[in-house]
Each structure stands twice: as structure tokens, then as C-alpha cells.
């Protein structure tokens, strides 16, 4: 149950649909925040089993972070009474779960090319903006091994002019590679490239509105980010959610994510609140990067039609901005 204003609202009214749950501390991050490198601190296991009973009972789907250290066989077991998706790290010591795993995380771009991909997982590659421009170029060797991959930068607040530039520059290379793969039928999902050619409305992170984070503290944050940094929780797993404002995270109360179509944005909450202090506003940084991308995706549309031919019925038309503020100043 969620509780607003101290009001009981049930889940399915709140559009919850996901529980996130670090089984450790320094559990997998699939995502902008970085994990400590020491602290092990495991979930407590009545909690656990708390948390994956609440999930069924309230119909959502559970994604378990895992610590790259050995779990328990207990916990596994546990884990294995529910349906679930495990996301791992690349240097995951469980070779079992590597195996099983259905997302793998690389953190480092040291072993990419090596790496025995499978076409039936999901990948994640974590990286600072500097170290995608200069190893981008690996992506043409591993794209054809795989259906889906996510490129996550790991430090968009930090972009400068110049970074734009480079940014703009380094999508554009990649190009030509999505495009053999769909020459040959592979229709490869790159999240920085395709996501927004077949998307016609926002398809965000909604950390706090479709997802919450039960951490191994027992205590519910909007995402795991905001657990590690010490953020104020939203609740307990015994008392249960609890939002005061839980519009801030929805976005039809994020007015200028509202006239925007750089649909593929993660529009994370955890970095508007870093860099903005507002979970439902953007940083210039964040909306010219979704806005770059979206650019680059077009580009990429109009020479597989040209190519390929028609594979969406999506239309991606020119803007001359790259802030959706901007537009909104020139009012």
C-alpha cells in the first residue's frame, strides 16, 4: 500500500510496476550513480523475504542487483521462488549466475572485446564521457553479437560546450555500423541510436512512479542512487510506502519534460535533484544530450529508409534547439 498525505492509495492507482532491490550494498549500478567499492552490507534475509512476498501480493515485477561477491545458496533460493530479472556485473564472481543472468553491466571497456556475448541477454556499458569518445569505436566489433545494448553515461553533468561537440561527433560515427546490421535483418536495439526512432511518446527511467527501490537497509528510496547518497527514504518495507509529493515524479507534472520529444531521455530524477534541486527539472546538460541524441537518431532513420527502407511509421522532425527551455524563453 502506498500512503499519501497519510492516505492509503493503492499501488495500481500509482502506476507502481517494478521493485528494485540491491541485494548488497555495493550491488550492480545499472545506472548514472556509482557503487561503493567495499561495503558488502547484504540484505538482511527476513527482509528479503518480506520484500519479494509485498511484490507478488501487489502484481510487480522484481529486478534483484546482485553484489559481484557470492550470495548465500538461501537467499538464492529464496530468489528463485519468483519470477524475477538479475542484473549482474561483468566481473560477477557467480559463474552460474553469469550464466543465468538476463542484464550484464560493464563498468570498464577493458574487456569488451573479448567478452562472450549472448544475443538472448541484455548488456549495459557504464562509462565517463571522455572514455566513450575514445573507445566508441569498439561498438562496430560487438553489435553484431548482441540484440540489445545500453550505453549509460556516467558523468552528463559535467559536459562543457566542447563535450557537446564531441558527443555529437562520436554518434555520428556510429551510424554506419547500426546501418549494416540492419541491411542484413539484425535490427539491432542501441538505446543511443534506435530507441527514439520507434518511440512516440516518453519512455523515461519513472524512478518513483512506475519503479521504487527497496534497499538492504529495509527502507524504500525512488532508486538506488538515492539510498547511497542518503537521501531521505520513502518508507519501510513493515509500514510501507510513503510519498509526500509523489507528482514530482510523474511527468505530467514536469512542464517542460511535457513539451519535449527527445522521447528516449532517462530523464533521471536522481540528477535533476543533483544538478537542478528539483526531481521533475532537467539540467541544460541532461536535455542537450537527449536532444543530441535525438538529432542523431534521425539522422540514422533517414539513411535506413534510404537504405533499408521503411521500419517505423515514426517521424522525427527538425528542431532548432537543443534545450526545450530555449523554446520556451523564445515564447
Known sequence: MLYINNQPIPLADAMLKYLIIPLAKNAVSFCHYDRPACDTQLIDFD???????????????????????PIPESYKDLIDSVDHISIISSTCEDKQLTENADVIVFDTWASINYYPFNKEKS???????????DNARLLDTILPKLDRLVVLLTNPHEFSPEDFDRYERTLDTLIPAVVTEYKVGHYIHFN?????IFLNEM????????????APDGQFYACPAFYLDGSKSLGNIDDGIAIKNPQLYRLDHAPICSICDAYQCRRCVWLNQKTTLEIN?????????????????KKLLETIQKHVGPITQIEIKPV??????DSLINM
Open 47 to 69: 527482509t528479503l523475504k518480506k520484500a519479494i512476498v509485498w511484490a507478488m501480493k501487489e502484481n510487480l515485477n522484481i529486478q534483484f542487483l546482485y553484489p559481484d561477491e
Open 203 to 214: 519512455n523515461n527511467c519513472n524512478a518513483g512512479h512506475e519503479s521504487i527501490t527497496l
Open 281 to 297: 527539472t532537467p539540467s541544460h546538460e541532461q536535455c542537450v544530450i537527449a536532444h543530441i541524441e535525438r538529432n542523431a537518431s
Open 123 to 133: 548488456y549495459i556499458i557504464r562509462t565517463a564521457k571522455e572514455d566513450f569518445a
Open 320 to 325: 532548432d534547439y537543443s534545450d526545450p527551455l
Open 192 to 196: 543511443l541510436l534506435t530507441d527514439r
